[in-house]
């Protein structure tokens, strides 16, 4: 008995079967769901007519199983659901708080958006071939990714994630798509087996995998063991998966050859996967390391924004302009990582929900003016604002808002990390976001100016519409922009707390372990 | 036993380390191989190597043993390697489907998706 250090109570306490919660379900409502319904999709892959009648309802109901988790978190604090009773440490957990309930409740209106606009993008072969499977077996992945408290199963998401993702960026098998999923496949599958070599040290360090187990006992173990080596390849391993600067070639070589739909999801939910577990790994888990590394974190976000906005500059192809504004982005939020205070983490989570909806819609953008312009080069599209006033306002919006400017949903974040950043006396830092900034915004100007401003040599333009589902989910997700920059107050309140649930886990320990964290 | 199976772990990451840096994608791809199965045998040896006692609670007890064998990294390995097999057979397709298409399997000239000569944007209207 004393030789495994179990007490026999907490035996008797996993034997006490007490009724989960109702409203606790909606902690693994949101993976379950996605894996059923693709599940339920594939057998009914020849029945393609309700596919799409499936799949968009399912989206909706996915998207208000978020917002309800999001509800029961705001009201109790982190809720954690412990698959067949086996407590934590032990058994598999999931841990919800505030940073993950918004994550995941952006990437839930991300993927409904993404789904209506795949019912014009997608064709009827890609969609025989199974689009709307991958993309519930994607969401799945990345909710659960957003939810889970457990590392490994949180390599288990990440490869979920993955392989979908796989499935759905070579959908129509272009040349040009197998060239770009070639070196995404195999440099996201090197990053991910980087992340599960960190987890197989940290096991032998640690023991555990649970993360508010490894966050309670990493203070103790610190002088012993050489947790500065683990957290570099955690940094490394994430990094690699957010597409931070010298590990994110991948991007800008494959996200501009699927299908635009698939693009736009790609740029909303993949990449901050990386960074959501950066923020909970290297700040709430590993908060010593993460300070000692900050210093490179902040080098890496400043070389990661600066390259990515000037990748944007030199790009006559919008698709793959808006490749390096993703990675831009990235650098934008990892800044706030190396700043590690509360304001700046909520900048970042607040940068990150920003980012979901404003990359998707414009990537979605981009879609419609490359069928409306018959294609996608600054060189040829002209003339799209006399083609499509509707199309041009909403462009305009997203460019302001992924460059940072009021009234939209960009400027907040980006406010609060500059202002964060002066404050620390990080000056390089604020002047490097300042910079990225200034820099974007000539991108994204200068192909509005081209590409729709600008009018065709023949000079006739005739008038087109938008297609349903190209506006109803690009009007939606503009609008959802506007009002975050209209009145960020609510979300500035939600941020400002996730990100100090992240900073003092005392909430979530709590959550996993009622009767406090266990001592070997 | 754990400082040996450590050297092993070692000489597996050299190896595919090298075979990744490889400017061919069937290297590359072997180097993955090789790779998955090097982070296999690290969790294994993070689990400590003991082979005294299986893991299973003997009649009268509670716990299991001190000396016994640590299953979970066995757990976390046939994970592992299931996700690693299925990723595996992926790249190989994935790369021979490349391979038609492209006529290459060198990563220098795989450049259809990022052309050398793609020209800049325009400089003005």
């Keep these: 008995m004393a030789a495994s250090g179990i007490p026999l109570e907490a035996l008797q306490t996993s034997f ?47 998207a208000l199983m978020d ?218 888990m590993f908060p010593e390391e993460g300070n000692a590394y900050s210093m490179l974190i902040g080098a890496v976000a400043i070389a990661t924004m600066l390259t990515g906005a000037l990748g944007a500059l030199a790009q006559a192809d919008i698709r793959r302009m808006l490749g390096y504004m993703v990675i831009s982005g990235i650098g934008i939020m990892l800044t706030g990582v190396s700043l590690g205070a509360q304001t700046a983490i909520s900048g970042v989570i607040f940068y990150g929900l920003h980012s979901m909806i404003v990359m998707l819609a414009l990537y979605l953008a981009a879609g419609v003016a490359g069928r409306m312009g018959g294609s996608f080069s600054l060189h040829d599209l002209a003339g799209l604002y006399a083609k499509s006033p509707l199309l041009s306002a909403m462009t305009l919006c997203l460019f302001l808002s992924v460059s940072g400017l009021p009234p939209f949903s960009g400027f907040w974040p980006k406010a609060m990390l500059v202002k964060a950043a002066f ?56 609008l959802v922009s506007l009002a975050i920059g209209l009145y960020p107050e609510p979300l500035l309140a939600l941020t400002l707390s996730a990100a100090n649930g992240v900073l003092d886990p005392s909430a979530y320990l709590h959550s996993v372990f009622p009767a406090g964290v266990p001592t070997p | 036993m754990e400082g040996f199976m450590a050297i092993i772990v070692g000489i597996f990451f050299t190896v595919a380390i090298y075979l990744m840096l490889s400017q061919y994608i069937i290297r590359i791809l072997i180097g993955v191989a090789i790779l998955g199965n090097a982070v296999n045998m690290l969790i294994f040896v993070a689990g400590r190597v003991t082979r005294e006692a299986p893991p299973i609670i003997g009649k009268g007890a509670e716990t299991l043993p001190a000396t016994a064998a640590n299953p979970l990294p066995q757990a976390l390995i046939l994970t592992a390697i299931v996700i690693s097999f299925s990723f595996f057979a992926f790249l190989l397709v994935l790369a021979y489907r490349a391979y038609q298409a492209l006529k290459t399997d060198d990563t220098h000239q795989m450049r259809l998706a990022e052309p050398e000569d793609a020209p800049p944007p325009p400089l003005g209207y």
């Design chain 1, 16 to 62: 006490a079967l007490a009724p989960v919660p109702a409203v606790h379900w909606l902690v693994i409502a949101p993976p379950v769901w996605c894996m059923l319904v693709g599940a339920i999709l594939i057998m009914a892959r020849k029945r393609m007519g309700l596919q799409s009648w499936l799949a968009i309802p399912a989206l909706g109901l996915l």
């Design chain 1, 67 to 284: 917002a309800g988790l999001l509800v029961a978190v705001i009201r109790e604090g982190p809720i954690t659901m412990v698959m067949g009773r086996w407590l934590p440490p032990f058994g598999i957990a999931f841990t919800v708080d505030l940073t993950g309930a918004l994550f995941n409740l952006a990437a839930g209106v991300a993927a409904l958006g993404g789904g209506v606009a795949a019912l014009g993008d997608i064709d009827r072969t890609r969609r025989a071939y199974g689009f709307f499977p991958f993309l519930f077996l994607m969401v799945g992945g990345v909710s659960g990714a957003f939810l889970t408290g457990d590392l490994f199963n949180l390599y288990v998401w990440f490869e979920v994630l993955l392989i979908s993702s796989f499935g759905l960026i070579v959908l129509g098998s272009e040349r040009e798509q197998l060239d770009g999923a070639t070196k995404y496949a195999i440099l996201n599958l090197i990053g991910t087996t980087l992340f599960l070599i960190a987890v197989g040290i940290l096991y032998a360090m640690f023991g555990t995998l649970n993360m508010a187990d490894i966050a309670a006992k990493a203070p103790t173990l610190a002088p012993s063991a050489p947790m500065m080596t683990l957290g570099l390849v955690f940094v490394a391993a994430f990094s690699m998966k957010a597409a931070a600067f010298p590990v994110n070639f991948w991007l800008p070589a494959s996200y501009h050859t699927p299908r635009i739909v698939v693009a736009g999801l790609f740029a909303g939910l993949l990449t901050k996967v990386g960074v959501y577990a950066l923020i909970r790994v290297m700040v709430m």
């Design chain 1, 423 to 478: 404050d620390f006396g990080a000056w390089w830092q604020g002047t490097a976001l300042l910079v990225s900034g200034l820099l974007t915004t000539i991108a994204a100007a200068r192909a509005f100016a081209l590409g729709w401003w600008r009018m065709p040599a023949t000079g006739a333009v005739d008038p087109m519409r938008m297609q349903a589902s190209e506006w109803v989910p690009l009007l939606a997700l503009t």
